[in-house]
């Protein structure tokens, strides 16, 4: 039996319309024999237990096993494209100014009227695709990485390659949405950096207050500015 926490629905996380977690007491983890250690990450959960696939949840897991840093509690996103996403970032409205990126840890994954990030290098979570979303997940984009994508892209852009559109009725003329083009800059402190160009001089994409990618409509903002959103990796 796997680790994980007691089931509530993904309103409660704020990811759709509904109640906040805020005042949700820490859900005890339950496991027993021998099969009992947390995963190493959401999509091993997912591999290791289909039955868990579609039960989106705040679960347990232990990026560098028994004997290292104790378990962490993350969102998994059990759903979208097959599911075993893990939720690395999330805005949330007045979030203006809180620190915020990759390799930021703020907030609280059970509080979603706070901005929200895991801080996955020091985490320890390995991953080769990153998921762009909107908050209720009707929007959804993802595309692949290389492993050591945060270490090889802390200072600068890199390009995203051919990015996927899972959810949502934006069919971009060009494939993906422009601003969509560029990633990386992992090093940054404000911002989970998107931009049609390689260049720095504007810090675009999720903020903590939500996404900032210039342009409303589909062909450059893959209709996601403005709105609240999410960064998943597995």
Not at 42 to 52: F, G, I
Not at 93 to 102: I, V, Y
Not at 113 to 138: H, I, K, M, Q, W
């Amino acid at each position: 039996m796997l680790v994980g926490c007691r089931p509530f629905d993904g309103s409660d996380l704020g990811l759709v319309d509904g109640g906040s977690m805020a005042d949700t007491p820490d859900a005890e983890p339950t496991a027993s024999g021998s099969d009992a250690e947390p995963p190493p990450s959401c999509k091993a959960l997912v591999e290791r237990d289909p039955t868990r696939s579609g039960k989106d949840d705040v679960y347990a897991i232990d990026p560098d096993g028994p004997g290292g840093d104790p378990p962490i509690r993350v969102f998994c996103e059990m759903t979208i494209d097959g599911g075993g996403w893990t939720l690395v970032g999330r805005s949330a409205p007045n979030g203006t100014g809180a620190p915020f990126g990759w390799r930021i840890a703020t907030g609280n994954v059970t509080d979603p009227t706070r901005p929200y990030s895991l801080d996955v290098g020091t985490a320890g979570l390995g991953f080769d695709e990153v998921l762009v979303a909107d908050r209720d997940r009707t929007i959804a984009y993802k595309f692949s990485v290389g492993r050591a994508f945060l270490t090889d892209n802390a200072a600068g852009p890199v390009s995203t390659g051919a990015v996927t559109r899972l959810r949502g009725d934006c069919a971009a003329a060009e494939g993906a949405p422009t601003m969509l083009r560029f990633t990386g800059a992992t090093s940054l402190t404000d911002v989970f950096f998107f931009r049609d160009i390689d260049d720095l001089g504007q810090h675009r994409g999720l903020t903590p207050s939500g996404f900032d990618l210039a342009y409303e409509d589909c062909d450059q903002g893959g209709l996601l500015h403005r709105a609240q959103g999410m960064i998943l990796v597995r």
